[in-house]
């Protein structure tokens, strides 16, 4: 008993300093949530999430004057950015400005919050939903769990501090492949919401149609044609073709030579293989701050460049279907298979924050499950210290977030094929 007052206290407190961290955020506007929110509110006011809109003199807040009275600085960023902004929301589907409508309909600060809960829930049912696939159903208040959140700390902190998706859009894809394997139309139905809430999780998806898992691929493709479908009702259907068009061209043609073209410094700072590459092969900032910051060791053309990321992804998309079909096809998606789906996403998408990167949570619950056996303990040391890398600018321009998610990703490789070979 006492154990678990423990484990209380101490995931109550991580909920309090988090939920403090992400509502604090939105008052001193240094989030993303709030872009997801006037997203939402779009939709309700009867435009659509693309349009540019209104900046923060717009916002409802529970509070109004704490946002004026903030630090040094925000009265003066709020004049730079009075009238119409750019849209927060261009890389996803416009099924999120519907999915984030709801939200919307409260304050923003109190929708926050709102999100905060969801998304600390996601993080919990994420966790449980990996121990199931693991074979070993154990109770959130175990030391497990506290490991595995210790071990991710550096990616899922800022998902909550930042209020962004990562951690339900990996919620909804271990739940898919949880369900998936007694409920498969239902488990198929939670990666096509997942995929059309934030596309990369569509990998679960094209993994059911690669193991023959019919049912489950169906439910995947109807859901999420589904969500595509209701974008008719709400801006017609003229309309939501135009708005499905802009976001091919806007996010979905960019992940080739487009995404090195565009010269857009802000896309050459994240954790993406994309973003490495370009920091590397071209003549770029790899700083967040307009003072230059250059660690290029070439200077490429945008063409050459893409080639170099997709010469990069062949190996990893190798090593995926080497897993995959050396089992039988319609087996159910393991613990180690599941974290290898959920990292590989983090080198096809070319916008890999630390929040996104939180995705390889499964892959470091799969190495913690396997500590006891030597070559998985260097895995999971690799990854840790690896994401370490977060702390300095010097070492996240070179990548080591990125690097850690690739020790995760070669370790549930090696977890999946080891555990292949024992089944045999």
């Given at each position: 008993?006492t154990?678990?007052?423990?484990?209380?206290?101490?995931?109550?407190?991580l909920?309090?300093f988090?939920a403090?961290?992400?509502?604090?955020?939105?008052?001193?506007?240094?989030?993303d949530?709030d872009?997801?929110?006037?997203?939402?509110?779009?939709?309700?006011?009867?435009?659509?999430?693309?349009?540019?809109?209104?900046?923060?003199?717009?916002?409802r807040?529970?509070?109004?004057?704490?946002r004026?009275?903030?630090?040094?600085?925000?009265?003066?960023?709020?004049?730079?950015?009075?009238?119409?902004?750019?849209?927060?929301v261009?890389?996803?589907?416009?099924?999120?400005?519907?999915?984030?409508?709801?939200f919307?309909?409260?304050?923003?600060?109190?929708?926050?919050?709102?999100?905060?809960?969801?998304?600390?829930?996601?993080?919990l049912?994420?966790?449980?939903?990996?121990?199931?696939?693991?074979?070993?159903?154990?109770p959130?208040?175990?030391?497990?769990?506290?490991?595995?959140l210790?071990?991710?700390?550096?990616?899922?902190?800022?998902?909550?501090?930042?209020?962004?998706?990562?951690?339900?859009?990996?919620?909804?894809?271990?739940?898919?492949?949880?369900?998936?394997?007694?409920?498969?139309?239902?488990?198929?139905?939670?990666?096509?919401?997942a995929?059309?809430?934030?596309?990369?999780?569509?990998?679960?998806?094209?993994?059911?149609?690669?193991?023959?898992?019919?049912?489950?691929?169906?439910?995947?493709?109807?859901?999420f044609?589904?969500?595509?479908?209701?974008?008719?009702?709400?801006?017609?259907?003229?309309?939501?073709?135009?708005?499905?068009?802009?976001?091919?061209?806007?996010?979905?043609?960019?992940?080739?030579?487009?995404?090195?073209?565009?010269?857009?410094?802000?896309?050459?700072?994240?954790?993406?293989?994309?973003?490495?590459?370009?920091?590397?092969?071209?003549?770029?900032?790899?700083?967040?701050?307009?003072?230059?910051?250059?660690?290029?060791?070439?200077?490429?053309?945008?063409?050459?460049?893409?080639?170099?990321?997709?010469?990069?992804?062949?190996?990893?998309?190798l090593?995926?279907?080497?897993?995959?079909?050396?089992?039988?096809?319609?087996?159910?998606?393991t613990?180690?298979e599941?974290?290898?789906?959920?990292?590989?996403?983090?080198?096809?998408?070319?916008?890999?924050?630390?929040?996104?990167?939180?995705?390889?949570?499964?892959s470091?619950?799969?190495?913690?499950?396997?500590?006891?056996?030597?070559e998985?303990?260097?895995?999971?040391?690799?990854?840790?210290?690896?994401?370490?890398?977060?702390?300095?600018?010097?070492?996240?321009?070179?990548?080591?977030?990125?690097?850690?998610?690739?020790?995760?990703?070669?370790?549930?490789?090696r977890?999946?094929?080891?555990?292949?070979?024992?089944?045999?």
């Open positions: 008993m154990s678990r007052r423990a484990f209380l206290a101490a995931y109550s407190a909920f309090l988090t403090f961290q992400s509502v604090r955020r939105i008052y001193t506007q240094k989030t949530y872009g997801f929110w006037r997203a939402g509110r779009a939709v309700l006011d009867g435009r659509d999430p693309y349009e540019k809109i209104p900046g923060p003199e717009a916002d807040l529970m509070f109004p004057g704490l004026k009275a903030g630090p040094a600085g925000i009265e003066d960023r709020e004049s730079e950015d009075a009238g119409p902004t750019d849209s927060a261009k890389r996803y589907l416009p099924f999120f400005g519907i999915f984030m409508a709801p919307a309909l409260l304050p923003m600060d109190l929708s926050c919050f709102l999100w905060h809960c969801f998304s600390f829930a996601a993080l049912a994420g966790l449980k939903c990996a121990f199931r696939l693991s074979g070993r159903d154990r959130l208040d175990t030391g497990d769990a506290i490991a595995v210790i071990a991710t700390a550096v990616f899922w902190a800022d998902a909550f501090t930042l209020g962004q998706i990562g951690l339900v859009a990996l919620a909804l894809s271990l739940a898919a492949i949880d369900l998936a394997r007694s409920r498969p139309w239902i488990g198929g139905a939670l990666a096509g919401l995929a059309a809430i934030k596309v990369t999780p569509a990998i679960v998806g094209v993994y059911f149609l690669l193991k023959r898992r019919w049912a489950a691929a169906a439910g995947c493709a109807v859901a044609a589904l969500c595509c479908f209701i974008a008719v009702p709400v801006w017609g259907a003229p309309r939501a073709r135009d708005l499905h068009s802009t976001w091919f061209r806007e996010s979905a043609a960019t992940t080739g030579a487009k995404f090195f073209e565009l010269r857009e410094s802000v896309r050459y700072n994240n954790q993406s293989l994309h973003a490495w590459a370009a920091r590397n092969f071209m003549d770029v900032n790899a700083g967040k701050s307009s003072k230059p910051f250059r660690i290029n060791i070439a200077s490429l053309s945008p063409t050459a460049v893409s080639w170099i990321v997709r010469g990069l992804q062949l190996p990893l998309a090593l995926c279907l080497f897993a995959f079909f050396s089992r039988r096809s319609g087996e159910p998606m613990l180690p599941a974290g290898l789906v959920s990292a590989v996403t983090t080198f096809v998408s070319p916008i890999a924050w630390t929040f996104h990167l939180a995705v390889i949570i499964p470091v619950a799969c190495l913690l499950d396997r500590r006891h056996d030597r998985f303990r260097r895995w999971l040391f690799a990854t840790v210290l690896l994401e370490l890398g977060i702390i300095h600018p010097f070492t996240r321009a070179i990548g080591l977030p990125m690097f850690a998610c690739l020790a995760a990703t070669l370790g549930a490789w977890a999946a094929m080891k555990e292949r070979a024992v089944q045999a």
